[in-house]
């Protein structure tokens, strides 16, 4: 399985920004997938989770509720991340990764076995 992020860059505090996880070589609906983050000198830490290709087990941190939005689109095989009302402290580089759909689990990167090379974020003025 490959993933592929982009659309990271730098966005101005209280603005928004979509990023993308392109999967190939496999089906996404086979898969729980996530996005994670890591700032510098921090360790990686997850920012939302989707179990189920329906959107219905979704998981996010405290930091990021009402803001970012996980979503699939299961045609163009396909996960995103709206990000709103972002915050200096959302810098990072952001992480797509997956785990085998029956392979149930926590919102926890140490649960996540395949890896994007990741999207830098940065939120500043």
């Known amino acids: 399985l490959q993933l592929v992020e982009s659309g990271g860059g730098l966005v101005q505090p209280g603005g928004s920004l979509r990023i993308s996880c392109a999967v190939s070589?496999?089906?996404?609906?086979?898969?729980?997938v996530g996005w994670f983050r890591q700032a510098p000198g921090k360790e990686r830490e997850e920012v939302s989770c989707?179990?189920?290709?329906?959107?219905?087990?979704?998981v996010y941190a405290d930091s990021v509720k009402g803001r970012f939005t996980i979503s699939r689109d299961s045609a163009k095989n396909t996960v995103y991340l709206q990000m709103n009302t972002l915050k200096p402290e959302d810098t990072g580089v952001y992480y797509c990764?997956?785990?085998?759909?029956?392979?149930?689990?926590?919102?926890?990167?140490?649960?996540?076995?395949?890896w994007g090379q990741g999207t830098q974020v940065t939120v500043s003025s």
């Open positions: 989707s179990i189920t290709s329906g959107g219905s087990n979704t």
């Open positions: 070589g496999g089906s996404l609906d086979d898969y729980a």
């Open positions: 990764a997956a785990v085998d759909v029956r392979d149930y689990g926590p919102c926890q990167a140490w649960h996540y076995d395949q």
